[in-house]
Structures are given as structure tokens and as C-alpha cells.
């Protein structure tokens, strides 16, 4: 049981550090911690943040630059160009983002489905834990009475020894109580056996010495028979029988000896037969002496291997218990840290519940938001005279999906101060409010948009003819209009999620307003104009393109004139009444125009504008065509992720005169004040750009211009041209 638990967790670490290393490698995230988790949730709402505020910050700024482009040139770089430039920059971003969200999406769904295995693990890790715990205890007690047998085992083995011990000592006592007696036996048959030798001895000695002096008795004998025969060998056999007479009279030397010691000897022997038998019976006993003793000792040595390893099994059953002990104490943190699991997995998978519905609802609500922008711009000249200008623009740009489409809606005004430097050049107010509105009807490969866009007379549109700025000395060189609706119908045919084909159709029909301060009651009647514009699309992650085709015609307009030099020779004061009415056509415009931006290396890009306008032959007044060419280059840096700065270079021609309209009609080629505000004129440029985002919802942007406009017919203008926007993410 302790190796199945003990490779139960082998296992479980094995699949934590196997799922640990493929949410390394990409493949998921077993477990989020808290830590993750914050940081996970962090990022995404960074990056949700940088979103919307890249999006809405340049979107508004788009909405407030055509608010502020209604009445300025038809090529300019502070507003238009970089605000196009941006705008390719963006969709860049905001392909890329909505890559970024679809991958959040298909995350947070992996993460999901990973949260509910974790989930389900982490409640079998529990239930496993739970029962390994059942298991731990039932084994520690087990383990206990074992402990509890060992020891009452060890008790009665250590008793059996130490009786078995004193058993043994018993036995070697009696073997060394008895030993001295089977000594003294033993001296007393040695002694016994060295009197019997020493008898032996003299009794050899007696019989050898009893043979010898027999031998020479014969000897003796058969020389004195052989001597009584005279040595005649024919008296052999006489001499044989007085040699044998004279042996058999002899006296038998050898049964002396015998007679002398064998009494001796006999009692010799009895007397070391009794020694050598009581020594026996005593070295007999000995033996069962010494048998009982090795017998004992023999006992007594297994019952102390029998006591020893019962003494092992105590401490094995011991150790045993300790370790179940450590078992039941793991088990108890296992479990505990199953419950911790089982918490932050329930914990994880809400997280990451949460996570997939926020995810879903990025994508599903993928560009959503509302935005504010607030700029402060000022723009100084001289020319014939200096002036100055006061801009601050503020605009409102929110987007929201309903019932499946999403609709755009802007909102954009501001505040002018002016100052021709002219008489009467003065004029301060409110500009026009420009409200818009967009309905997507998005599809994967053909889009209709639907735009409206209505503009508010809510600025000044009565003012001197003096107050009227030429083209590109500041943003707004006019200063309110009449009522105008314009509706717009779009159309983009995706050929694959990064080209596209854009054609629009709008119709803008604007009401009639007063336009001049010197005659209260005239006024201008627009007409009506109809605009057409295609362009092609692509957004590259290096490459962004675009290039567009507009034409755009206007019908017969109506506008009231007056006795302007009359009002100029009676000294500039009071007013004059309307003389007369011209009916005038302002021809039809074509315009190309190519944009492109291209990151040249991970930090720089390089960006330009071409432009070419044509207005061909107007009519109802003395005036011909028009061209302007309009070409810019630039370059863009990336200090980093929230510092940028631009340069940007422009040249600006417009041929045969003003492509204003109404200026042209009202100055006839003829002076304002010093100033001749006719005829052709060519402008130089170079910007400056610093941009900001000391949070992600918003962005300071700060650009400075430097121009020169030089005129055909008078002698131009140079200056300067500073804006400062704030803008936010709401």
C-alpha cells in the first residue's frame, strides 16, 4: 500500500511537470495560479485597452480633422495626409488585433477544456487523497499493534535468554567445580602408570640379565660336552646328550625373575587398573559435564540471537510505525493539498469561464468604444500683413453593435479666434457642428456601409470678405456654412482580408446661408454635388497601400452679390444692399490620389502622398481650369511603444487661381485691402510630430509646421503652425 501511494504521486508529479512543459512549449496551461491568473487577466485588459484606444483615438482624431477640414485646402498635412497615413497604420493594428482577439478566443476555449480536465483531475486527486489517508490510518494502526506484539514478543525473548544465560553459567560452574577432582585422578594414574613403567623396567632389566646368564650357561655347557668328546664329530650325538643333561640340571634363571616380580607387578597393575577406572568414570562425567555446559551455552547463545532479532523487529516495527506515522501526516497534507487543488482548479476553471466570455465578447464586440478629443492649435503668418489663428477643435466618436450591425456616430465642433489682419479680418466664435453616422453591413467578402453626415450652421458663415484666409496659411481659412445633408452609400468587395475594393457614392445638398457682413441679406445657394470615389486597398504587415480615384460634379448654384468696392469707397462701414444675382456651375473635379506606408526596419517607417486634382472649366463666371498637384514624403520613428516622432515634407501647386469657389467669385482678381487673394500659388511645408501615450486609453500629440505659400500674383506668405490634441478612450 505505502509503494502503490508512493507511486500514485510519482505519477501525478509526472503528468503536472508533462502538462507544465507543454504549456511551455505552447500547448496550453494545466494550472493557473493566482499569479497567472492576475497576470493573465492584466494583459488581456492592457491589451483590450490598447485596442480600443489605438482604434477610437485615431478614428476621432479622423472625425475631428474633417470637421476641421470643411473649409480648408483640398491637400494639407497636419490634418489630412497623416491622418490618412494613420489611418492605413491602423488598419494594420486593427488587423493584427482582431488576428490577436480570434487567437485569445481559441485560447481561452483551450483553456476552458484544459480548467475541466484540471478540474476533474484535481477532484479524483482528492478522492484518491481521501482514501489514501483511510488507508494511512488503518495501516499506522496495524502498524502500532504490530509495534505492540514486537515489543511483548522482545519481553518474553529477553526473559528465555537471560534464564537460558544463567542456565549456561550453571553448567560451566559444575564443569569447573568438578574439572580439580578428574586432576587429581588424573596425577594419581600418571603416578600409578610411572610406577608400573619403573617396575616394568627393573623386571626387563632382571629378565634380559636372567637370559644372559643363561645363554652363557648353555654356552658353557655345550663347551664342556663338546671337551669331554674330545671335539670328535663322531661323537656328536654324545656330546649332545651330556650338553642337554647339563641344561636340564641347570637351575631356571627366568622363573626366579618371574617369581621375584610378579607379585609386585600384579599389584602394580591392579592398583593402576583402579586409578585409570576411577579416572575414567570421572573424565566421563567431565564430559557430561562439558556436554551439558555447550548444551547450555548453546541454549542460552540462540536464546540471545532470538532476543537480538526480536530487539530488530521491535525497532523495524518501530520504524515502521514512525513511518506510517510520516505517512498518515503526508496523507493528511495530501489531502489538504487536494482540497487547495480542488479550490484553485474550481477557481481556474471559473477564470477561465470568465476569460472565454470576455474573449468572446471582444471578438463578437471587436472595435467597440467611444472616444473624446480635445486640441489646442494656433497658426501665425505674414505676408502683405500678419495674422494669427486660435483653433480649438473637440470631438466625440462612440461605435456599437446593434442587432448584429455596427453603427458609427461622431460628433465634432469647436471654437475659432481669428485675425486676418486686415480691417474687419476679425472673427470669433463657434465652427459648424459636424454630426456623422455609419451602418455596417459587414461581410467576409462584399461590405455595404451606410453613411450619413450632417452639418450644423452653428458657426460663423456672416463674416467681412477680409476675414477670409487663403488657402493653407491655418486650419480653417473659412468659417461656417449652411445646412448640409449627406447621405452616402458604400461599397467594398474584400478579395482577401487584406486588399480590398472601395466605391462610394454621396449626394450632398446644402441649404442656403448668409455669407457676407457687409450686405446682411445676401446669401449663398449651394448646389448640389455629387461625389464618386474608388479606390484600392492593401494592408501588408510592411507594405500598406492605397490609391483612389474621386470625381465629384455640382449643379447650378445661385448667389447674391453687392456693390463691394462701393462698400470698400464709402470707408468700410455700415452695410450695402444686395445689387444683383449670379447663377454659376463649378465644372466637375477628378482627383488620384496614392498612399503608401512601409516599415523599413522594426522601429522606422517611411510614408508618402501623391496627389493630382483637375476642375475643369466652370461656368457662369470668367474663370479656367484648374490644377493642383500635391506630393508629400515623410518618415516615422519609434523611440518606444508609447513615444513616436514623424518628419514630414510636403509641396503644394495649385494653377489658375484659388479652387475656392466662392473666393474666387467674390475677389474677381480684384485686391482685399493690400492683398491680391487670385491666381496660382505653390506652398512648401515641413512637420514635426511628437506622439505620446503615457497610458493606453490616451495620447498627446504635439506637431509644429513650418510653411511657406508663394503666390503668383502677390508677394505669399510664411509661418507657423502648432497643434496640440488630447485624446482618450472612454
Same mark, same amino acid.
Given at each position: 500500500?505505502?509503494?502503490?501511494?508512493?507511486?500514485?504521486?510519482?505519477?501525478?508529479?509526472?503528468?503536472?511537470?508533462?502538462?507544465?512543459?507543454?504549456?511551455?512549449?505552447?500547448?496550453?496551461?494545466?494550472?493557473?495560479?493566482?499569479?497567472?491568473?492576475?497576470?493573465?487577466?492584466?494583459?488581456?485588459?492592457?491589451?483590450?485597452?490598447?485596442?480600443?484606444?489605438?482604434?477610437?483615438?485615431?478614428?476621432?482624431?479622423?472625425?475631428?480633422?474633417?470637421?476641421?477640414?470643411?473649409?480648408?485646402?483640398?491637400?494639407?498635412?497636419?490634418?489630412?495626409?497623416?491622418?490618412?497615413?494613420?489611418?492605413?497604420?491602423?488598419?494594420?493594428?486593427?488587423?493584427?488585433?482582431?488576428?490577436?482577439?480570434?487567437?485569445?478566443?481559441?485560447?481561452?476555449?483551450?483553456?476552458?477544456?484544459?480548467?475541466?480536465?484540471?478540474?476533474?483531475?484535481?477532484?479524483?486527486?482528492?478522492?484518491?487523497?481521501?482514501?489514501?489517508?483511510?488507508?494511512?490510518?488503518?495501516?499506522?494502526?496495524?502498524?502500532?499493534?504490530?509495534?505492540?506484539?514486537?515489543?511483548?514478543?522482545?519481553?518474553?525473548?529477553?526473559?528465555?535468554?537471560?534464564?537460558?544465560?544463567?542456565?549456561?553459567?550453571?553448567?560451566?560452574?559444575?564443569?569447573?567445580?568438578?574439572?580439580?577432582?578428574?586432576?587429581?585422578?588424573?596425577?594419581?594414574?600418571?603416578?600409578?602408570?610411572?610406577?608400573?613403567?619403573?617396575?616394568?623396567?627393573?623386571?626387563?632389566?632382571?629378565?634380559?640379565?636372567?637370559?644372559?646368564?643363561?645363554?652363557?650357561?648353555?654356552?658353557?655347557?655345550?663347551?664342556?660336552?663338546?671337551?669331554?668328546?674330545?671335539?670328535?664329530?663322531?661323537?656328536?650325538?654324545?656330546?649332545?646328550?651330556?650338553?642337554?643333561?647339563?641344561?636340564?640340571?641347570?637351575?631356571?634363571?627366568?622363573?626366579?625373575?618371574?617369581?621375584?616380580?610378579?607379585?609386585?607387578?600384579?599389584?602394580?597393575?591392579?592398583?593402576?587398573?583402579?586409578?585409570?577406572?576411577?579416572?575414567?568414570?570421572?573424565?566421563?562425567?567431565?564430559?557430561?559435564?562439558?556436554?551439558?555446559? &555447550? %548444551?547450555? !551455552?548453546? $541454549? @542460552? /547463545?540462540?536464546?540471545?540471537?532470538? #532476543?537480538?532479532?526480536?530487539?530488530? =523487529? +521491535? *525497532?523495524?516495527?518501530?520504524?515502521?510505525?514512525?513511518?506510517?506515522?510520516?505517512?498518515?501526516?503526508?496523507?493528511?497534507?495530501?489531502?489538504?493539498?487536494? &482540497? %487547495?487543488? !480542488?479550490? $484553485? @482548479? /474550481?477557481?481556474?476553471?471559473?477564470? #477561465?469561464?470568465?476569460?472565454?466570455? =470576455? +474573449? *468572446?465578447?471582444?471578438?463578437?464586440?471587436?472595435?467597440?468604444?467611444?472616444?473624446?478629443?480635445?486640441?489646442?492649435?494656433?497658426?501665425?503668418?505674414?505676408?502683405?500683413?500678419?495674422?494669427?489663428?486660435?483653433?480649438?477643435?473637440?470631438?466625440?466618436?462612440?461605435?456599437?453593435?446593434?442587432?448584429?450591425?455596427?453603427?458609427?456616430?461622431?460628433?465634432?465642433?469647436?471654437?475659432?479666434?481669428?485675425?486676418?489682419?486686415?480691417?474687419?479680418?476679425?472673427?470669433?466664435?463657434?465652427?459648424?457642428?459636424?454630426?456623422?453616422?455609419?451602418?455596417?453591413?459587414?461581410?467576409?467578402?462584399?461590405?455595404?456601409?451606410?453613411?450619413?453626415?450632417?452639418?450644423?450652421?452653428?458657426?460663423?458663415?456672416?463674416?467681412?470678405?477680409?476675414?477670409?484666409?487663403?488657402?493653407?496659411?491655418?486650419?480653417?481659412?473659412?468659417?461656417?456654412?449652411?445646412?448640409?445633408?449627406?447621405?452616402?452609400?458604400?461599397?467594398?468587395?474584400?478579395?482577401?482580408?487584406?486588399?480590398?475594393?472601395?466605391?462610394?457614392?454621396?449626394?450632398?445638398?446644402?441649404?442656403?446661408?448668409?455669407?457676407?457682413?457687409?450686405?446682411?441679406?445676401?446669401?449663398?445657394?449651394?448646389?448640389?454635388?455629387?461625389?464618386?470615389?474608388?479606390?484600392?486597398?492593401?494592408?501588408?504587415?510592411?507594405?500598406?497601400?492605397?490609391?483612389?480615384?474621386?470625381?465629384?460634379?455640382?449643379?447650378?448654384?445661385?448667389?447674391?452679390?453687392?456693390?463691394?468696392?462701393?462698400?470698400?469707397?464709402?470707408?468700410?462701414?455700415?452695410?450695402?444692399?444686395?445689387?444683383?444675382?449670379?447663377?454659376?456651375?463649378?465644372?466637375?473635379?477628378?482627383?488620384?490620389?496614392?498612399?503608401?506606408?512601409?516599415?523599413?526596419?522594426?522601429?522606422?517607417?517611411?510614408?508618402?502622398?501623391?496627389?493630382?486634382?483637375?476642375?475643369?472649366?466652370?461656368?457662369?463666371?470668367?474663370?479656367?481650369?484648374?490644377?493642383?498637384?500635391?506630393?508629400?514624403?515623410?518618415?516615422?520613428?519609434?523611440?518606444?511603444?508609447?513615444?513616436?516622432?514623424?518628419?514630414?515634407?510636403?509641396?503644394?501647386?495649385?494653377?489658375?487661381?484659388?479652387?475656392?469657389?466662392?473666393?474666387?467669385?467674390?475677389?474677381?482678381?480684384?485686391?482685399?485691402?493690400?492683398?491680391?487673394?487670385?491666381?496660382?500659388?505653390?506652398?512648401?511645408?515641413?512637420?514635426?510630430?511628437?506622439?505620446?501615450?503615457?497610458?493606453?486609453?490616451?495620447?498627446?500629440?504635439?506637431?509644429?509646421?513650418?510653411?511657406?505659400?508663394?503666390?503668383?500674383?502677390?508677394?505669399?506668405?510664411?509661418?507657423?503652425?502648432?497643434?496640440?490634441?488630447?485624446?482618450?478612450?472612454?
Amino acid at each position: 500500500m505505502r509503494m502503490t501511494r508512493r507511486r500514485a504521486r510519482q505519477r501525478r508529479a509526472q503528468e503536472v511537470c508533462t502538462q507544465e512543459v507543454r504549456a511551455e512549449e505552447g500547448h496550453g496551461v494545466y494550472r493557473l495560479t493566482r499569479a497567472r491568473r492576475r497576470a493573465c487577466r492584466i494583459r488581456q485588459a492592457r491589451a483590450a485597452l490598447v485596442r480600443r484606444g489605438a482604434l477610437l483615438l485615431s478614428v476621432s482624431g479622423a472625425c475631428l480633422m474633417r470637421a476641421a477640414l470643411a473649409a480648408a485646402a483640398a491637400h494639407e498635412v497636419m490634418h489630412e495626409m497623416t491622418g490618412e497615413v494613420q489611418a492605413l497604420r491602423d488598419a494594420r493594428t486593427q488587423l493584427a488585433d482582431y488576428h490577436a482577439a480570434q487567437r485569445n478566443l481559441r485560447e481561452a476555449r483551450k483553456g476552458v477544456q484544459t480548467a475541466q480536465e484540471n478540474l476533474a483531475a484535481a477532484q479524483a486527486g482528492k478522492k484518491e487523497a481521501a482514501q489514501a489517508l483511510a488507508d494511512a490510518r488503518q495501516n499506522l494502526a496495524a502498524s502500532r499493534e504490530a509495534l505492540r506484539e514486537a515489543q511483548q514478543a522482545l519481553a518474553a525473548a529477553r526473559a528465555v535468554a537471560a534464564e537460558k544465560s544463567q542456565a549456561a553459567q550453571s553448567a560451566q560452574q559444575a564443569v569447573a567445580d568438578y574439572a580439580p577432582e578428574v586432576e587429581a585422578l588424573r596425577s594419581d594414574a600418571a603416578a600409578a602408570a610411572a610406577e608400573s613403567a619403573r617396575a616394568e623396567g627393573a623386571y626387563e632389566a632382571a629378565a634380559a640379565a636372567a637370559q644372559a646368564a643363561m645363554r652363557q650357561d648353555r654356552e658353557a655347557a655345550v663347551a664342556a660336552a663338546c671337551e669331554a668328546v674330545g671335539y670328535e664329530q663322531r661323537r656328536l650325538e654324545e656330546a649332545q646328550r651330556l650338553a642337554d643333561e647339563a641344561l636340564a640340571a641347570m637351575p631356571d634363571r627366568m622363573e626366579e625373575v618371574e617369581s621375584s616380580y610378579r607379585g609386585w607387578l600384579d599389584a602394580l597393575a591392579a592398583s593402576l587398573d583402579a586409578s585409570e577406572a576411577a579416572l575414567s568414570d570421572a573424565e566421563a562425567q567431565l564430559d557430561d559435564l562439558m556436554s551439558a555446559a &555447550e %548444551d547450555a !551455552a548453546m $541454549e @542460552a /547463545a540462540d536464546a540471545q540471537q532470538e #532476543a537480538a532479532q526480536a530487539e530488530a =523487529e +521491535a *525497532a523495524q516495527a518501530a520504524a515502521e510505525a514512525a513511518q506510517q506515522e510520516k505517512e498518515e501526516a503526508a496523507a493528511e497534507d495530501d489531502v489538504r493539498e487536494a &482540497e %487547495d487543488w !480542488a479550490r $484553485e @482548479a /474550481a477557481a481556474d476553471l471559473v477564470s #477561465a469561464q470568465v476569460w472565454e466570455r =470576455e +474573449a *468572446a465578447e471582444q471578438v463578437a464586440h471587436f472595435g467597440e468604444g467611444e472616444g473624446v478629443q480635445a486640441g489646442f492649435e494656433y497658426y501665425s503668418w505674414r505676408g502683405r500683413r500678419a495674422g494669427h489663428q486660435l483653433y480649438l477643435p473637440l470631438s466625440y466618436f462612440a461605435s456599437r453593435r446593434q442587432d448584429g450591425h455596427m453603427v458609427d456616430f461622431s460628433l465634432s465642433a469647436g471654437r475659432v479666434a481669428s485675425d486676418s489682419g486686415y480691417a474687419g479680418g476679425h472673427v470669433s466664435g463657434f465652427t459648424d457642428t459636424v454630426l456623422g453616422i455609419t451602418l455596417h453591413g459587414d461581410h467576409p467578402r462584399d461590405s455595404v456601409r451606410y453613411h450619413f453626415t450632417l452639418n450644423v450652421p452653428t458657426g460663423e458663415s456672416r463674416v467681412y470678405q477680409s476675414a477670409v484666409l487663403p488657402e493653407g496659411v491655418a486650419a480653417m481659412t473659412s468659417f461656417g456654412a449652411g445646412w448640409e445633408y449627406i447621405p452616402a452609400v458604400e461599397w467594398l468587395h474584400h478579395f482577401t482580408e487584406r486588399d480590398s475594393l472601395d466605391a462610394t457614392l454621396s449626394c450632398a445638398w446644402r441649404a442656403a446661408y448668409d455669407y457676407a457682413r457687409e450686405s446682411p441679406s445676401a446669401a449663398v445657394h449651394p448646389g448640389t454635388q455629387l461625389a464618386e470615389d474608388v479606390s484600392y486597398q492593401h494592408i501588408g504587415e510592411r507594405q500598406q497601400t492605397r490609391i483612389g480615384l474621386r470625381h465629384s460634379s455640382t449643379a447650378i448654384a445661385r448667389q447674391d452679390t453687392f456693390d463691394y468696392d462701393g462698400w470698400l469707397q464709402g470707408g468700410m462701414e455700415g452695410t450695402v444692399p444686395v445689387s444683383g444675382e449670379t447663377r454659376y456651375r463649378e465644372g466637375e473635379t477628378w482627383g488620384l490620389r496614392w498612399l503608401s506606408n512601409r516599415k523599413i526596419t522594426p522601429r522606422d517607417e517611411y510614408f508618402h502622398c501623391l496627389a493630382f486634382d483637375f476642375t475643369n472649366a466652370v461656368h457662369g463666371y470668367d474663370a479656367g481650369k484648374v490644377y493642383e498637384q500635391f506630393a508629400s514624403v515623410g518618415v516615422r520613428h519609434t523611440v518606444t511603444p508609447q513615444l513616436h516622432w514623424q518628419a514630414v515634407a510636403s509641396y503644394q501647386h495649385v494653377s489658375a487661381g484659388s479652387s475656392d469657389i466662392e473666393r474666387r467669385l467674390l475677389t474677381r482678381g480684384e485686391e482685399v485691402g493690400d492683398d491680391l487673394m487670385n491666381g496660382g500659388w505653390s506652398r512648401f511645408g515641413l512637420l514635426a510630430r511628437f506622439t505620446w501615450q503615457p497610458r493606453p486609453e490616451e495620447q498627446l500629440t504635439f506637431s509644429l509646421e513650418r510653411y511657406v505659400r508663394r503666390d503668383e500674383a502677390s508677394v505669399g506668405y510664411h509661418g507657423w503652425g502648432m497643434a496640440l490634441w488630447y485624446s482618450r478612450s472612454l
